[in-house]
């Protein structure tokens, strides 16, 4: 395989072939060593030779080699039949002669021929000599192009992966050698002589790799110029060198002369046009010698044409090896295979075979192929696999909404049967107790009577005929019983008596023993026991019969609160059954909001207390702060400076520290639409509630909320949406209030909750708000017109006028008065309320008698009371003091309002810094630790997280037709896109790839903006009320792994399987499950940051402008901003995963495309890596975004 073939051959095979056969004929029978001796000699004769000796030590054998001389050896000795007959010993010592000569010959072969210079041999035409020359001339070509490859891989190794097995795949001829046999023939074995060396496949491989190439032919060089143009430098012929000149293949570094003995490229060789030597043409292509076609003087199957003025120049062999676009001539043709260079095979039935293909693939069973076939129809499989995903995907949906609707209706079964049981034990009850009032009243009567007819008899015998501890233990006599008594005589009277008696009192024990134990769900005296029974009840009709017969106590125990004595209402007090909540009083003194930038003032000298127990409505017009004091005071106030004090149970504490058990109910109605009303309530009470209480204690909590709501009959009916009708507006008004009651407050605050309610429903709600102050809960709540009826539930009523000034805060039974006070009397029939705001609106002056302006009103109140008088207000307080008041206390630090006037740069500077500090307020609100005060522990991450899942769930489960719709628009878009596009070779199928990229981010995105679009005020309102904004986030990302892992089947099934690439339709998954996953990422990011119709906005440029800077080729800015664009490393994951498995002659077509695109081959697992990082850091920004930007 080492150069050195220059040596002359002095050892002449028709001479070795006679002397062998010489010597074996001289071999007898006599003499046991003439055959040795005869092979000793010519072993020595041979190698005497100075120079063949001297080869021979120096070269190494080649075990190929060897055989082929082996061949030969026994072509030499052919086994002869002995014309005598020989004993068995004579033939022996001939057979170990014969081996013996076999050794020599295999060995001077093997030496001999690895020195031997091709152009000396005279026997090209023998047979058994042209198989050693051919192996000869392929180890030659094996070790050129295999220093070769190293040293082009160092330069394209952006496009060869494995050097050896590429090149192997390209120039591995070891299968069959005719192609090379007969190119020796052709050539009379001056092959080597015409072979291009090192420096000139360089020479042609670097022409190759020119950015910009538009000729068919090389660069000037040594042998084709201006001044040299001989006959090899035309397409498709190639020269010898000098007779005299050695030629090292190795040699990298100089173009040796070639310019002899000019003639036309061999079958299976290609001669560029500019070249004078022969490269071999890579496995895949057909190279046969060109035919010309008279009528348009073309040499074909190639493109070029003779040179003019050489009429005795003919067509030549293959003249390029380039990429498809190119030399799409040489490249094996579509519908056939070339196992050699020259020869090409049509495909059978039943087989395909693509463009450059080297053997016949077989079809997929269930695909019928034709001969000739370029490429199976695999359709059918796409179909087969819409149809396993979409029984798939009926099987989820149907089973886990059966599921969910199976489930729910026995929790329907069990709770109608725990409220029937606790009705019928409640029926019981009442009974027995109507049987007892009934019983203490007749036996006071028959007490009376008895004592009248016993007057004589002393109060122990009295006593002793009685029998009875109290009278409470008496039995109900019939009146024929009492009428059959009467006429009794005394002694047997007496008897009959007492027995009764007795027998009353066994029953009723009896009876209250058994009602009691009757129950499962009734609880112990001891408290601890009660606790522990709570906690062991697992099944759900033991939960639920535990909290309906709760429910029917309490209903009880109401209905004896209206009439409780003094001793009634200390005993409901010291019971230690009634559950105790946290009390809290929230106190404010001075209390001024001011918008910022715009020095406006929201709320002024605010100054009261909100006492536990108690429910304060808060009246005003529109603009005089109302929800701008409820926001004060649960502290969601952003963008505003607050002055003044809060307080807390008297201490200066945030009320963000008591955040877990206060209530804050907004003045929108944010429920979840595609839930349930029970469900809503539910998820709430889970979260909200302390972790540790039992699920019996947690239901009936719930429970209790549904009862005091009035929302029985709907509890299984979904809230509804706007596209979606489901309760009625008041329904849903007292279920957005149901959210807050269920955690069970200390602090309730509520903003307009009655309004767009009727009457009944308003009062309906006032009980059940009402209920809750009974338990100690501080309930403030902004009111708009409420009815007289309505406005009598209230305990205390405080009035703002416009600016946010305070015009009264006390008990509403005494607001009349006060007004009356100061010469504002409320007309007949009129609902004060009403006349007070409407006085405040301006809309009712009062009487002029009184002198009272309602500018004055809050001035009034001040001095009322006795607080300090900001100073702007000081000349309306002096005028009002001047016709009759006290003194006037000038606050020394109330706030003034800015008067002067700003210049237009100014005024936008304000604004700015007041977005900036608003901002910053959001910010700190929503990253703000206070100390938890509350005492309560809630659910953790962990559980909330799995909450959150099952919510998730059930939505996405009650939304099955918009994710069929998704997956249906995805399948057309896969079969419109596999159908229109042309997955073409040329570029490994990048253009589909591109519209592919496109059409999923585009879809994609569109689908996952919905998993934050739609509920993002329902998170806001969560997260405000300590709900883990992590475990929402988590829940929502987890589920939608579900449609990740799904969408790039769906799409697949339709693409894949029109376009049929030559890359696996796991390595396409692969990249399109990442891609998804990156572009899911992308659009949380989008819904939280950007309005709805906003973010739709940009999930439809996004992925167009992205991919049209990621497809330029250039340098530069285009190159920087492309590598932050996703499509970019989509599109090269795709790419290379179809181009990894095009090989062979396909091997420039690879490498050209990959060059103009700056794709390397070895980056498919940074391309998969980068894309799921693009994902989780637009996850990452996606989530901080949404504790950061809340709304306004």
């Given at each position: 395989?080492?150069?050195?073939?220059?040596?002359?051959?002095?050892?002449?095979?028709?001479?070795?072939?006679?002397?062998?056969?010489?010597?074996?004929?001289?071999?007898?029978?006599?003499?046991?060593?003439?055959?040795?001796?005869?092979?000793?000699?010519?072993?020595?004769?041979?190698?005497?030779?100075?120079?063949?000796?001297?080869?021979?030590?120096?070269?190494?054998?080649?075990?190929?080699?060897?055989?082929?001389?082996?061949?030969?050896?026994?072509?030499?000795?052919?086994?002869?039949?002995?014309?005598?007959?020989?004993?068995?010993?004579?033939?022996?010592?001939?057979?170990?002669?014969?081996?013996?000569?076999?050794?020599?010959?295999?060995l001077s072969c093997v030496r001999f021929v690895q020195c031997q210079d091709l152009s000396d041999y005279?026997?090209?035409?023998?047979?058994?000599?042209?198989?050693?020359?051919?192996?000869?001339?392929?180890?030659?070509?094996?070790?050129?192009?295999?220093?070769?490859?190293?040293?082009?891989?160092?330069?394209?190794?952006?496009?060869?992966?494995?050097?050896?097995?590429?090149?192997?795949?390209?120039?591995?001829?070891?299968?069959?050698?005719?192609?090379?046999?007969?190119?020796?023939?052709?050539?009379?074995?001056?092959?080597?002589?015409?072979?291009?060396?090192?420096?000139?496949?360089?020479?042609?491989?670097?022409?190759?790799?020119?950015?910009?190439?538009?000729?068919?032919?090389?660069?000037?060089?040594?042998?084709?110029?201006?001044?040299?143009?001989?006959?090899?430098?035309?397409?498709?012929?190639?020269?010898?060198?000098?007779?005299?000149?050695?030629?090292?293949?190795?040699?990298?570094?100089?173009?040796?002369?070639?310019?002899?003995?000019?003639?036309?490229?061999?079958?299976?060789?290609?001669?560029?046009?500019?070249?004078?030597?022969?490269?071999?043409?890579?496995?895949?292509?057909?190279?046969?010698?060109?035919?010309?076609?008279?009528?348009?003087?073309?040499?074909?199957?190639?493109?070029?044409?003779?040179?003019?003025?050489?009429?005795?120049?003919?067509?030549?062999?293959?003249?390029?090896?380039?990429?498809?676009?190119?030399?799409?001539?040489?490249?094996?043709?579509?519908?056939?295979?070339?196992?050699?260079?020259?020869?090409?095979?049509?495909?059978?039935?039943?087989?395909?075979?693509?463009?450059?293909?080297?053997?016949?693939?077989?079809?997929?069973?269930?695909?019928?192929?034709?001969?000739?076939?370029?490429?199976?129809?695999?359709?059918?499989?796409?179909?087969?696999?819409?149809?396993?995903?979409?029984?798939?995907?009926?099987?989820?949906?149907?089973?886990?909404?059966?599921?969910?609707?199976?489930?729910?209706?026995?929790?329907?079964?069990?709770?109608?049967?725990?409220?029937?049981?606790?009705?019928?034990?409640?029926?019981?009850?009442?009974?027995?107790?109507?049987?007892?009032?009934?019983?203490?009243?007749?036996?006071?009567?028959?007490?009376?009577?008895?004592?009248?007819?016993?007057?004589?008899?002393?109060?122990?015998?009295?006593?002793?005929?009685?029998?009875?501890?109290?009278?409470?233990?008496?039995?109900?006599?019939?009146?024929?019983?009492?009428?059959?008594?009467?006429?009794?005589?005394?002694?047997?009277?007496?008897?009959?008596?007492?027995?009764?008696?007795?027998?009353?009192?066994?029953?009723?024990?009896?009876?209250?023993?058994?009602?009691?134990?009757?129950?499962?769900?009734?609880?112990?005296?001891?408290?601890?026991?009660?606790?522990?029974?709570?906690?062991?009840?697992?099944?759900?009709?033991?939960?639920?019969?535990?909290?309906?017969?709760?429910?029917?106590?309490?209903?009880?125990?109401?209905?004896q609160n209206k009439d409780l004595t003094f001793s009634g209402v200390i005993s409901m007090a010291t019971?230690?059954?009634?559950?105790?909540?946290?009390?809290?009083?929230?106190?404010?003194?001075?209390?001024?909001?001011?918008?910022?930038?715009?020095?406006?003032?929201?709320?002024?000298?605010?100054?009261?207390?909100?006492?536990?127990?108690?429910?304060?409505?808060?009246?005003?017009?529109?603009?005089?702060?109302?929800?701008?004091?409820?926001?004060?005071?649960?502290?969601?106030?952003?963008?505003?400076?607050?002055?003044?004090?809060?307080?807390?149970?008297?201490?200066?504490?945030?009320?963000?520290?008591?955040?877990?058990?206060?209530?804050?109910?907004?003045?929108?109605?944010?429920?979840?639409?595609?839930?349930?009303?029970?469900?809503?309530?539910?998820?709430?009470?889970?979260?909200?509630?302390?972790?540790?209480?039992?699920?019996?204690?947690?239901?009936?909590?719930?429970?209790?909320?549904?009862?005091?709501?009035?929302?029985?009959?709907?509890?299984?009916?979904?809230?509804?949406?706007?596209?979606?009708?489901?309760?009625?507006?008041?329904?849903?008004?007292?279920?957005?209030?149901?959210?807050?009651?269920?955690?069970?407050?200390?602090?309730?605050?509520?903003?307009?909750?009655?309004?767009?309610?009727?009457?009944?429903?308003?009062?309906?709600?006032?009980?059940?708000?009402?209920?809750?102050?009974?338990?100690?809960?501080?309930?403030?709540?902004?009111?708009?017109?409420?009815?007289?009826?309505?406005?009598?539930?209230?305990?205390?009523?405080?009035?703002?006028?416009?600016?946010?000034?305070?015009?009264?805060?006390?008990?509403?039974?005494?607001?009349?008065?006060?007004?009356?006070?100061?010469?504002?009397?409320?007309?007949?029939?009129?609902?004060?309320?009403?006349?007070?705001?409407?006085?405040?609106?301006?809309?009712?002056?009062?009487?002029?008698?009184?002198?009272?302006?309602?500018?004055?009103?809050?001035?009034?109140?001040?001095?009322?009371?006795?607080?300090?008088?900001?100073?702007?207000?000081?000349?309306?307080?002096?005028?009002?003091?001047?016709?009759?008041?006290?003194?006037?206390?000038?606050?020394?630090?109330?706030?003034?309002?800015?008067?002067?006037?700003?210049?237009?740069?100014?005024?936008?500077?304000?604004?700015?810094?007041?977005?900036?500090?608003?901002?910053?307020?959001?910010?700190?609100?929503?990253?703000?630790?206070?100390?938890?005060?509350?005492?309560?522990?809630?659910?953790?991450?962990?559980?909330?997280?799995?909450?959150?899942?099952?919510?998730?769930?059930?939505?996405?489960?009650?939304?099955?037709?918009?994710?069929?719709?998704?997956?249906?628009?995805?399948?057309?878009?896969?079969?419109?896109?596999?159908?229109?596009?042309?997955?073409?070779?040329?570029?490994?199928?990048?253009?589909?790839?591109?519209?592919?990229?496109?059409?999923?981010?585009?879809?994609?995105?569109?689908?996952?903006?919905?998993?934050?679009?739609?509920?993002?005020?329902?998170?806001?309102?969560?997260?405000?009320?300590?709900?883990?904004?992590?475990?929402?986030?988590?829940?929502?990302?987890?589920?939608?792994?579900?449609?990740?892992?799904?969408?790039?089947?769906?799409?697949?099934?339709?693409?894949?399987?029109?376009?049929?690439?030559?890359?696996?339709?796991?390595?396409?998954?692969?990249?399109?499950?990442?891609?998804?996953?990156?572009?899911?990422?992308?659009?949380?990011?989008?819904?939280?940051?950007?309005?709805?119709?906003?973010?739709?906005?940009?999930?439809?440029?996004?992925?167009?402008?992205?991919?049209?800077?990621?497809?330029?080729?250039?340098?530069?800015?285009?190159?920087?901003?492309?590598?932050?664009?996703?499509?970019?490393?989509?599109?090269?994951?795709?790419?290379?995963?179809?181009?990894?498995?095009?090989?062979?002659?396909?091997?420039?077509?690879?490498?050209?495309?990959?060059?103009?695109?700056?794709?390397?081959?070895?980056?498919?697992?940074?391309?998969?890596?980068?894309?799921?990082?693009?994902?989780?850091?637009?996850?990452?920004?996606?989530?901080?975004?949404?504790?950061?930007?809340?709304?306004?």
């Amino acid at each position: 395989s080492a150069p050195g073939f220059l040596l002359p051959l002095e050892f002449d095979v028709h001479k070795l072939h006679t002397e062998a056969q010489a010597n074996s004929r001289t071999c007898s029978d006599k003499d046991k060593s003439s055959a040795s001796s005869a092979g000793t000699h010519l072993f020595q004769d041979q190698f005497s030779r100075p120079h063949i000796a001297q080869c021979a030590k120096s070269r190494t054998i080649s075990f190929t080699f060897a055989q082929h001389c082996f061949l030969i050896s026994r072509l030499v000795l052919p086994p002869t039949t002995p014309r005598r007959k020989m004993s068995s010993e004579k033939l022996g010592i001939v057979e170990s002669a014969s081996f013996l000569l076999v050794g020599v010959l295999v060995l001077s072969c093997v030496r001999f021929v690895q020195c031997q210079d091709l152009s000396d041999y005279d026997q090209i035409d023998n047979p058994a000599v042209l198989p050693l020359i051919t192996q000869l001339v392929y180890a030659r070509i094996s070790n050129v192009t295999t220093g070769l490859q190293y040293e082009i891989n160092n330069r394209s190794s952006f496009c060869i992966k494995n050097p050896s097995d590429d090149w192997n795949r390209a120039f591995n001829f070891s299968s069959n050698l005719d192609f090379l046999s007969s190119c020796i023939k052709q050539t009379r074995g001056d092959i080597s002589r015409r072979l291009c060396t090192a420096a000139e496949l360089k020479f042609y491989f670097d022409y190759l790799f020119q950015t910009s190439v538009s000729s068919n032919y090389l660069k000037p060089n040594k042998n084709c110029n201006l001044t040299t143009w001989i006959s090899g430098c035309e397409p498709g012929w190639a020269c010898s060198v000098g007779a005299n000149q050695s030629v090292d293949l190795k040699n990298a570094q100089e173009i040796p002369t070639r310019t002899d003995s000019c003639q036309a490229c061999c079958e299976g060789f290609f001669c560029p046009h500019g070249l004078t030597c022969m490269i071999p043409c890579p496995l895949g292509a057909y190279c046969p010698l060109a035919t010309l076609n008279t009528l348009t003087g073309i040499c074909e199957p190639y493109t070029y044409q003779l040179p003019p003025g050489r009429p005795n120049h003919t067509c030549g062999g293959a003249n390029i090896w380039a990429d498809v676009e190119r030399s799409r001539e040489i490249f094996c043709s579509s519908g056939s295979y070339c196992p050699t260079m020259v020869e090409e095979v049509t495909c059978r039935s039943g087989h395909y075979c693509r463009l450059g293909s080297t053997s016949e693939q077989p079809c997929y069973k269930m695909v019928s192929c034709d001969s000739n076939t370029v490429n199976q129809n695999i359709r059918a499989y796409g179909i087969m696999l819409i149809a396993a995903l979409s029984t798939f995907l009926l099987i989820i949906y149907n089973c886990s909404d059966q599921l969910l609707t199976t489930r729910a209706r026995r929790l329907a079964k069990s709770r109608e049967a725990a409220a029937r049981s606790a009705r019928e034990t409640a029926k019981a009850r009442q009974r027995w107790k109507a049987a007892k009032d009934a019983a203490k009243k007749h036996a006071s009567e028959l007490q009376s009577h008895l004592s009248q007819t016993f007057s004589g008899r002393t109060d122990a015998e009295r006593f002793q005929i009685l029998n009875q501890d109290s009278p409470d233990e008496a039995y109900d006599f019939s009146p024929a019983d009492h009428a059959r008594n009467s006429t009794l005589p005394s002694n047997q009277r007496k008897r009959e008596n007492i027995e009764l008696m007795q027998t009353t009192h066994e029953i009723e024990e009896d009876s209250s023993h058994n009602l009691e134990h009757s129950d499962p769900g009734s609880v112990d005296k001891n408290k601890k026991g009660n606790i522990k029974e709570v906690k062991d009840m697992h099944t759900h009709t033991q939960i639920f019969k535990y909290a309906y017969s709760q429910l029917e106590k309490e209903r009880a125990q109401e209905q004896q609160n209206k009439d409780l004595t003094f001793s009634g209402v200390i005993s409901m007090a010291t019971n230690s059954e009634i559950g105790k909540r946290l009390l809290i009083e929230v106190s404010f003194k001075d209390l001024t909001l001011t918008l910022k930038g715009k020095k406006k003032h929201l709320l002024r000298c605010v100054t009261g207390t909100l006492r536990p127990g108690r429910i304060a409505a808060v009246m005003g017009p529109s603009g005089a702060g109302k929800t701008s004091f409820l926001l004060a005071l649960a502290g969601k106030a952003i963008g505003c400076s607050t002055t003044g004090v809060i307080l807390i149970n008297g201490k200066k504490e945030s009320i963000h520290s008591y955040k877990k058990i206060t209530g804050f109910v907004p003045q929108d109605d944010i429920v979840h639409g595609n839930l349930t009303v029970e469900e809503n309530l539910w998820f709430s009470a889970k979260c909200r509630l302390p972790a540790k209480m039992p699920k019996a204690d947690k239901v009936l909590v719930v429970e209790r909320v549904i009862e005091s709501l009035g929302l029985h009959s709907v509890r299984d009916s979904l809230v509804g949406t706007v596209e979606k009708r489901g309760i009625s507006g008041g329904q849903r008004k007292r279920v957005n209030v149901g959210l807050e009651m269920v955690m069970e407050p200390s602090l309730l605050i509520l903003d307009e909750p009655t309004s767009g309610l009727d009457s009944a429903s308003s009062q309906l709600l006032l009980r059940a708000l009402r209920h809750e102050a009974l338990e100690g809960v501080n309930i403030c709540m902004v009111v708009h017109q409420p009815s007289y009826s309505l406005f009598r539930m209230f305990d205390d009523l405080i009035l703002l006028a416009k600016g946010g000034l305070i015009v009264y805060h006390g008990p509403a039974k005494k607001v009349e008065a006060y007004f009356a006070g100061i010469g504002i009397n409320v007309p007949e029939r009129v609902n004060p309320p009403d006349h007070f705001i409407d006085i405040l609106e301006g809309i009712v002056t009062p009487s002029t008698s009184s002198g009272v302006n309602y500018k004055d009103l809050p001035i009034r109140w001040m001095i009322h009371n006795g607080y300090p008088i900001p100073p702007d207000m000081k000349e309306d307080a002096g005028a009002i003091l001047t016709s009759g008041g006290a003194g006037i206390v000038v606050g020394l630090n109330a706030p003034r309002v800015g008067t002067e006037e700003q210049s237009f740069a100014g005024e936008i500077w304000q604004d700015v810094r007041s977005n900036v500090e608003r901002q910053r307020d959001k910010i700190r609100l929503n990253f703000l630790r206070s100390r938890d005060l509350s005492h309560r522990k809630t659910a953790g991450v962990i559980s909330q997280y799995r909450y959150f899942l099952g919510r998730v769930g059930k939505q996405r489960l009650r939304d099955a037709r918009i994710q069929a719709a998704d997956y249906l628009i995805l399948l057309l878009a896969g079969a419109c896109l596999g159908t229109l596009t042309n997955a073409g070779d040329e570029s490994f199928g990048a253009a589909g790839y591109t519209y592919t990229i496109i059409a999923v981010s585009l879809l994609c995105k569109i689908s996952a903006l919905r998993s934050f679009s739609l509920d993002k005020l329902q998170h806001w309102r969560e997260s405000s009320s300590g709900m883990s904004s992590l475990a929402y986030f988590l829940a929502k990302d987890t589920m939608d792994h579900f449609n990740t892992v799904i969408k790039p089947v769906v799409y697949l099934s339709t693409f894949y399987f029109f376009t049929n690439p030559r890359s696996s339709f796991a390595d396409n998954y692969s990249v399109l499950l990442c891609l998804v996953y990156c572009v899911t990422g992308i659009a949380y990011a989008l819904a939280i940051f950007f309005e709805a119709s906003t973010a739709q906005l940009w999930s439809v440029l996004l992925p167009v402008i992205l991919t049209l800077i990621a497809t330029r080729n250039g340098g530069g800015i285009s190159k920087i901003l492309s590598d932050f664009c996703y499509p970019k490393w989509a599109l090269q994951a795709f790419v290379i995963a179809n181009a990894e498995r095009y090989y062979g002659v396909w091997l420039i077509t690879r490498c050209g495309a990959l060059f103009r695109s700056g794709y390397d081959l070895n980056n498919w697992g940074t391309c998969i890596f980068i894309l799921v990082f693009i994902g989780v850091l637009g996850r990452a920004i996606a989530f901080f975004g949404m504790l950061i930007f809340q709304r306004k």
